[in-house]
């Protein structure tokens, strides 16, 4: 006889869970909508993830209460010496790290800096994807995941960094690693390993700062950020680990839009027609698809004083994870919220967060996503799923990891 399900019986690791994590969402929403979860190790010991928050209303919370809910824990003492383990620790916060009254200082600047970047971007991932289709048009089937929606938004990143077109392949491959990594239950030696990757990856930055012996392209976003930004008050160190945050987040957002975006459309054939129908509906199309399956679907936060979320207390220090997935899903905000609908009015979503850490990268995706799927329709008018897709192990990720489609 199977166990019924209970908060404390829930594990984030679960491949039932990863593969669809809705059903589970919506117990927790009705039952246990603020709830302590664990990660149950090999040994069978637990160890805590933190209280997880699932409706939408509380989820806003987390993410408005800027000065309550903060991504750090309060500072504590510089780590002493000048070994790299006490430089790294002794780093400056990249954006995507800070809180008040830093962030404020810096996110305007770099705001400023990325909507300058990719002003005129479309013509480039028009052509990135014109150029990405001739290549598959030959074959009959293909991985869409790794073939299209996951090359083509790297390359337009790659672009709008400025970043040496031979380095961005390394790049890839240590961001790779770095995400690999953040899944809890994959080896000690891949976690080291995406340890190993980031300090690479932050190197990399540093040295082109210095312009040794390489240098980004005149007028990108990375040297915008060492020239412009530096010269507004973004400290050295800053612009290293917020372009790290950028190599890392910047494309996969898309990627992972892209790859579950197609794979909704092509499971709903009824929408998909629609779609093809009316192409207008592109933009709105993007928008559900974030809503549906937000590609980051957890964030956390750390209460710097006790509180109240909820009916529940909250002491300070406590680490809280904010459920975007399951805030998008709530039928207190979204109407019939499983339906994938490309004509919902999706105002309000989650899909980039919300708050003074709405995802930097937002304006580039709702750039990317609509033309990349827009060429990728009208290439292939037969395009179908033609095999299995697997999906992401870290529940804090939102995506299909393969998509085998035929043509």
Same mark, same amino acid.
Not at 93 to 101: A, I, T, Y
Not at 290 to 304: S, T
């Given at each position: 006889?199977?166990t019924?399900?209970? !908060?404390s019986?829930? $594990?984030?690791?679960?491949?039932e869970?990863?593969?669809?994590p809705y059903?589970?969402?919506r117990?927790f929403?009705?039952?246990?909508?603020?709830?302590?979860?664990?990660?149950?190790l090999?040994n069978n010991?637990q160890?805590?993830?933190?209280?997880?928050?699932?409706?939408?209303?509380d989820?806003?919370?987390?993410?408005? +209460?800027?000065?309550?809910?903060l991504?750090?824990?309060k500072a &504590?003492?510089?780590?002493?010496?000048?070994?790299?383990i006490? !430089?790294?620790? $002794?780093m400056?916060?990249?954006?995507?790290?800070?809180?008040?009254?830093?962030? *404020?200082?810096?996110r305007?600047?770099?705001?400023?800096l990325?909507? #300058?970047?990719?002003?005129?971007?479309?013509?480039?991932?028009?052509?990135?994807?014109?150029?990405?289709l /001739?290549?598959?048009?030959?074959g +009959?089937?293909?991985?869409? %995941?790794?073939d299209? #929606?996951?090359p083509?938004?790297?390359?337009v990143?790659r672009?709008?960094l400025?970043?040496?077109? *031979?380095?961005? *392949?390394?790049?890839?491959s240590w961001?790779?690693?770095?995400?690999s990594?953040?899944d809890?239950?994959?080896?000690?030696?891949?976690?080291?390993?995406a340890?190993t990757?980031?300090?690479?990856?932050?190197?990399?930055?540093? #040295?082109?700062?210095? *312009?040794?012996?390489?240098?980004?392209? &005149?007028?990108k976003?990375?040297?915008q950020?060492?020239?412009?930004?530096?010269?507004?008050?973004i400290?050295?160190?800053?612009?290293? +680990?917020t372009?790290?945050?950028?190599?890392l987040?910047?494309?996969?957002?898309?990627?992972f839009?892209?790859?579950t975006?197609?794979? $909704?459309?092509l499971?709903?054939?009824?929408?998909?027609?629609?779609?093809? &129908?009316?192409?207008?509906?592109?933009?709105?199309a993007?928008e559900?698809?974030?809503?549906?399956?937000?590609? !980051?679907q957890l964030? /956390?936060?750390?209460v710097?004083?006790d509180?109240e979320?909820?009916?529940?207390h909250?002491?300070?220090?406590?680490?809280?994870?904010?459920?975007l997935?399951? !805030?998008?899903?709530?039928?207190?905000?979204f109407?019939n919220?499983?339906?994938f609908?490309?004509?919902?009015d999706?105002?309000?979503?989650?899909? %980039?967060?919300?708050?003074i850490h709405?995802?930097?990268?937002?304006?580039?995706?709702?750039?990317?996503?609509?033309i990349?799927?827009e060429?990728?329709?009208?290439?292939f008018? $037969?395009?179908?799923?033609?095999?299995?897709? +697997?999906?992401?192990? /870290?529940?804090?990720?939102?995506s299909?990891?393969?998509?085998?489609v035929?043509i």
């Amino acid at each position: 006889m199977k166990t019924a399900f209970t !908060a404390s019986s829930f $594990n984030p690791h679960a491949p039932e869970f990863l593969a669809n994590p809705y059903p589970t969402y919506r117990y927790f929403r009705d039952n246990a909508p603020i709830a302590p979860v664990f990660y149950t190790l090999e040994n069978n010991e637990q160890t805590p993830m933190g209280m997880w928050v699932f409706r939408y209303e509380d989820v806003r919370t987390v993410l408005d +209460q800027k000065d309550l809910y903060l991504k750090n824990a309060k500072a &504590s003492p510089p780590v002493p010496g000048n070994s790299p383990i006490a !430089a790294m620790a $002794n780093m400056p916060n990249g954006l995507f790290s800070m809180d008040p009254p830093r962030h *404020g200082e810096v996110r305007p600047i770099l705001d400023e800096l990325f909507a #300058a970047s990719i002003l005129n971007i479309e013509t480039v991932v028009r052509n990135l994807a014109d150029q990405y289709l /001739d290549r598959l048009k030959g074959g +009959q089937s293909f991985d869409l %995941f790794a073939d299209y #929606a996951m090359p083509l938004p790297s390359q337009v990143l790659r672009e709008v960094l400025g970043i040496p077109d *031979g380095h961005w *392949g390394g790049i890839e491959s240590w961001v790779g690693r770095m995400v690999s990594g953040h899944d809890i239950t994959t080896s000690v030696a891949n976690q080291f390993m995406a340890g190993t990757c980031t300090m690479a990856l932050g190197g990399y930055y540093q #040295a082109m700062q210095k *312009g040794c012996p390489f240098h980004a392209e &005149s007028g990108k976003m990375f040297d915008q950020m060492v020239n412009a930004g530096e010269a507004r008050g973004i400290l050295p160190e800053e612009v290293q +680990q917020t372009a790290v945050n950028l190599s890392l987040a910047g494309y996969l957002t898309s990627v992972f839009l892209i790859a579950t975006g197609v794979y $909704n459309l092509l499971t709903n054939p009824k929408q998909l027609a629609l779609l093809r &129908s009316r192409p207008e509906l592109i933009g709105n199309a993007v928008e559900e698809m974030l809503r549906i399956d937000a590609p !980051a679907q957890l964030v /956390d936060r750390v209460v710097c004083e006790d509180t109240e979320l909820g009916g529940v207390h909250l002491k300070a220090g406590t680490k809280v994870t904010a459920a975007l997935g399951s !805030a998008n899903h709530d039928p207190l905000k979204f109407h019939n919220p499983e339906t994938f609908d490309i004509e919902r009015d999706t105002t309000g979503h989650l899909g %980039f967060g919300e708050g003074i850490h709405t995802c930097l990268g937002a304006p580039l995706l709702r750039k990317v996503a609509p033309i990349a799927i827009e060429c990728l329709l009208n290439e292939f008018p $037969n395009l179908h799923i033609n095999g299995t897709p +697997q999906w992401q192990t /870290d529940p804090y990720l939102r995506s299909v990891s393969n998509l085998p489609v035929a043509i």
